[in-house]
C-alpha cells in the first residue's frame, strides 16, 4: 500500500482542440502532464482546430472515436514514460461544455465487461449511435431554442429555472435538434452523456452521472432543486430523463475505477472516480476562486467567472451550480469583444506598441474625463449588439476621440461593462474580493491598474494555461474528504497561489461608482438603437 506522499491524483481535460493530463502528488505539486493533440496526433479524423464545421457553417461537431482514442493514446504516452498508476489514489476530470455523446443501446453492458488485452477505440466502435457530437461551437439550433423559451413562458422565466436563456450551444437544445433530424438515431440511444460524463464512464466502466455544474449548461436542469426541470424535459424530447439518468453532485464519488484500467495499466482496485464537470467549472477549481472572488480571462474573447451565493439569473450570462461547494454557485459571462479589438485599437491609435498604448492609459485620469465608449466590433454576446459609440460627459453621442481617450475609453468600457453585468447576476464586492486576472492582457500592468480601479479589488494574476486539468487533479483529492466536511480550500491549501499584481487608485470608487451606473444607460440605450 503507497504512503500518503508516495499518492498522486490524476486531472484530465477533455478540451476542444486536445485532451490534457496532469498528476499531482499528496502536497499538490505537478508531478507530471501529457497532452494529445487532435489534429496532429489523431490526423486520421480530419478536424481542425478539434472539429468539423459543416457546410451551413452553424454546424459543429467532433468525432467521438476522436476522443476514445485520444485517451487511449494519452494511457499508452504516460505508461511509456514511467508513470506509476498505482499511486492514483483518485481521478477526475473536465470536458468542453456543452458538448453530448449519445451512446446506442447495449453500450453500458460492453462497458462493464472491457477486454484489457484490447484498446477502448477497438471494443468502443459500435458503442455509439450518433458518430459525430455537436459541441459548443455549434450555433445551428436556434429553432429549437425559441421552441424552449416559448415552452416554458418566455426567455426570463427559462432562465430564472435552469440559470439560462435558452443558448444554441446548450445541451437540450442539440439534444431536441438531434430527435428532430434524426429520430431513429434519438430512439437507439440508451443514454445521453455530456463530454465530461462521457469521459468518467470510460474510467468507470459503466454510466457516470452527469454533476450538477456542466448539468447546469444544458437548459434542462433547475439549477436550485438541482432536478432535471420536468417543463425542459417534456419540450425537448421524448423519454429523455431515462437517457439522461440522475444528475449528482460535482464531488461525488461515482466508484472506482474499472477492472480494465486495473489490469491494462496498473491503476490500484481502489483508486476512485470522482465526478467530472464542465471545463470553466474546473476552472474556477484550478483558480481556487473562493466566495466574492471574480475571475477575469482577458483572451481572444474575454470570460468572467464568479463565485456567488445569492444568484440572480438574467437573460445575460449564465449561472451554473458550483463545482466544489453545494450551497454556492457560480456565473460565466462570455465576450467577443476582447482581445482582437484591443489589438485594433492599440494598431490604430498607439502605432500597434503595447507600450503606446500603456503610455496613453497612464496619460489620461481614472474617469477619462467623463467620456464613455462602447467598441463592439463584431456582435457582443452580452449584450447582443454591435457597433462603435462614443459619448462624452454630458452624455452626448460624439464620432471620435483623440487617440488617447479612445484607449482608455475601450479598457474603462471593457471592464465597466463586466462589472455591471458580473452585479446583475448578484456580485458583490466584500471585504478580501480579488479579481483574478488571466489571459493574454493579464501581463499589462496599465491594463490591470484600471481592472483594479473600476473594480476597486486587488488584482492578481494567476498562470492558468492548465487550469481546468489542475482543477480536475484538485477536485480528485477534494472529492476524497468532501464527504467528511472538508472544504474545497481547506483541501488545496497547499497549493501554489496567486500573485498580487495592483491595488486601486486612491479615490476609484469615487470615480467609478457614479461612471458604472451611467455605463448600464448607455448600453440600455445602445441595445434600445439596435432594436429600431
Ligand atoms: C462556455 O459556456 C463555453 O461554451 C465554452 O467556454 C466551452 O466550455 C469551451 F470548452
Given at each position: 500500500m503507497a504512503a500518503l506522499t508516495d499518492s498522486?491524483?490524476?486531472?484530465?481535460?477533455?478540451?476542444?482542440?486536445?485532451?490534457k493530463v496532469v498528476a499531482i502528488d499528496g502536497d499538490l505539486q505537478v508531478t507530471h502532464q501529457s497532452n494529445v493533440q487532435f489534429d496532429i496526433e489523431l490526423p486520421e479524423f480530419k478536424t481542425q482546430g478539434g472539429v468539423h464545421i459543416h457546410e451551413d457553417k452553424l454546424t459543429v461537431t467532433s468525432p467521438v472515436h476522436m476522443w476514445v482514442k485520444a485517451l487511449d493514446l494519452i494511457l499508452e504516452k504516460m505508461k511509456r514514460a514511467g508513470f506509476d498508476f498505482s499511486r492514483v489514489k483518485a481521478l477526475s476530470g473536465s470536458g468542453q461544455q456543452h458538448?453530448?455523446?449519445?451512446?446506442?443501446?447495449?453500450?453500458?453492458?460492453?462497458?462493464?465487461?472491457?477486454?484489457?488485452?484490447?484498446?477502448?477505440?477497438?471494443?468502443?466502435?459500435?458503442?455509439?449511435?450518433?458518430h459525430n457530437s455537436p459541441v459548443?461551437?455549434?450555433?445551428?439550433?436556434?429553432?429549437?431554442?425559441?421552441?424552449?423559451?416559448?415552452?416554458?413562458?418566455?426567455?426570463?422565466?427559462?432562465?430564472?429555472?435552469?440559470?439560462?436563456?435558452?443558448?444554441?450551444?446548450?445541451?437540450?437544445?442539440?439534444?431536441?435538434?438531434?430527435?428532430?433530424s434524426q429520430p431513429d438515431k434519438y430512439n437507439e440511444t440508451e443514454r445521453i452523456s455530456l463530454v465530461s460524463s462521457f469521459a468518467a464512464s470510460l474510467f468507470l466502466g459503466d454510466y457516470a452521472a452527469i454533476d450538477y455544474s456542466d448539468g447546469s449548461g444544458m437548459n434542462l436542469m433547475n439549477i436550485f432543486t438541482k432536478q432535471w426541470s420536468q417543463q425542459c424535459l417534456q419540450a425537448t424530447a421524448p423519454q429523455l430523463e431515462e437517457k439522461l439518468g440522475?444528475?449528482?453532485?460535482?464531488?461525488?464519488?461515482?466508484?472506482?475505477?474499472?477492472?480494465?484500467?486495473?489490469?491494462?495499466?496498473?491503476?490500484?482496485?481502489?483508486?476512485?472516480?470522482?465526478?467530472?464537470?464542465?471545463d470553466n467549472p474546473g476552472s474556477l477549481a484550478g483558480m481556487r476562486l473562493q466566495e466574492g472572488d471574480i475571475a477575469v480571462s482577458l483572451g481572444t474573447?474575454?470570460?468572467?467567472?464568479?463565485?456567488?451565493?445569492?444568484?440572480?439569473p438574467t437573460v445575460e450570462g449564465h449561472i451554473f451550480c458550483n463545482p466544489v461547494d453545494g450551497l454556492s454557485y457560480m456565473a460565466l459571462i462570455c465576450y467577443k469583444n476582447g482581445s482582437l479589438t484591443r489589438e485594433r485599437i492599440r494598431n490604430e491609435c498607439a502605432g500597434g506598441s503595447w507600450e503606446g498604448f500603456s503610455r496613453a492609459l497612464r496619460s489620461v485620469p481614472m474617469g477619462n474625463n467623463g467620456n464613455i465608449g462602447i467598441y463592439f466590433d463584431t456582435k457582443e454576446i452580452t449584450p447582443p449588439a454591435v457597433g462603435i459609440y462614443r459619448f462624452n460627459q454630458y452624455l452626448q453621442k460624439v464620432t471620435t476621440f483623440t487617440?488617447?481617450?479612445?484607449?482608455?475609453?475601450?479598457?474603462?468600457?471593457?471592464?465597466?461593462?463586466?462589472?455591471?453585468?458580473?452585479?446583475?447576476?448578484?456580485?458583490?464586492?466584500?471585504?478580501?474580493?480579488?479579481?483574478l486576472a488571466t489571459g493574454g492582457a493579464s501581463s499589462n500592468k496599465d491594463i490591470l491598474q484600471v481592472l483594479s480601479d473600476?473594480?476597486?479589488?486587488?488584482?492578481?494574476?494567476?498562470?492558468?494555461?492548465?487550469?481546468?486539468?489542475?482543477?480536475?487533479?484538485?477536485?480528485?483529492?477534494?472529492?476524497?474528504?468532501?464527504?467528511?466536511?472538508v472544504s474545497f480550500s481547506e483541501a488545496v491549501r497547499k497549493a501554489p497561489g496567486a500573485q498580487l499584481a495592483t491595488t486601486p487608485s486612491p479615490g476609484a470608487e469615487e470615480v467609478y461608482g457614479p461612471l458604472l451606473m451611467k455605463?448600464?444607460?448607455?448600453?440600455?440605450?445602445?441595445?434600445?438603437?439596435m432594436k429600431q
Open positions: 498522486c491524483y490524476l486531472g484530465f481535460d477533455f478540451s476542444t482542440q486536445q485532451l458538448g453530448s455523446v449519445y451512446w446506442r443501446k447495449g453500450a453500458r453492458q460492453l462497458l462493464q465487461h472491457l477486454d484489457p488485452e484490447k484498446n477502448l477505440h477497438s471494443l468502443l466502435q459500435d458503442s455509439f449511435s450518433i459548443w461551437m455549434d450555433s445551428s439550433s436556434s429553432e429549437q431554442c425559441q421552441c424552449l423559451e416559448s415552452a416554458v413562458g418566455g426567455a426570463h422565466h427559462l432562465a430564472d429555472i435552469t440559470g439560462s436563456r435558452a443558448y444554441e450551444r446548450f445541451t437540450g437544445n442539440q439534444i431536441a435538434k438531434i430527435h428532430k440522475d444528475p449528482a453532485p460535482s464531488t461525488a464519488v461515482l466508484g472506482s475505477v474499472s477492472h480494465y484500467f486495473v489490469k491494462r495499466f496498473g491503476f490500484p482496485e481502489v483508486c476512485k472516480v470522482v465526478a467530472f464537470t464542465g474573447s474575454d470570460t468572467v467567472f464568479l463565485w456567488i451565493k445569492e444568484p440572480r487617440q488617447e481617450v479612445e484607449i482608455r475609453a475601450l479598457v474603462e468600457g471593457q471592464f465597466l461593462a463586466k462589472r455591471v453585468h458580473a452585479q446583475k447576476l448578484g456580485y458583490k464586492i466584500i471585504p478580501g474580493t480579488r479579481v473600476v473594480f476597486n479589488a486587488p488584482v492578481y494574476t494567476i498562470d492558468v494555461a492548465n487550469s481546468a486539468c489542475l482543477g480536475s487533479a484538485y477536485r480528485a483529492m477534494h472529492g476524497l474528504v468532501a464527504g467528511m466536511g455605463y448600464a444607460e448607455l448600453e440600455k440605450e445602445v441595445l434600445k438603437d
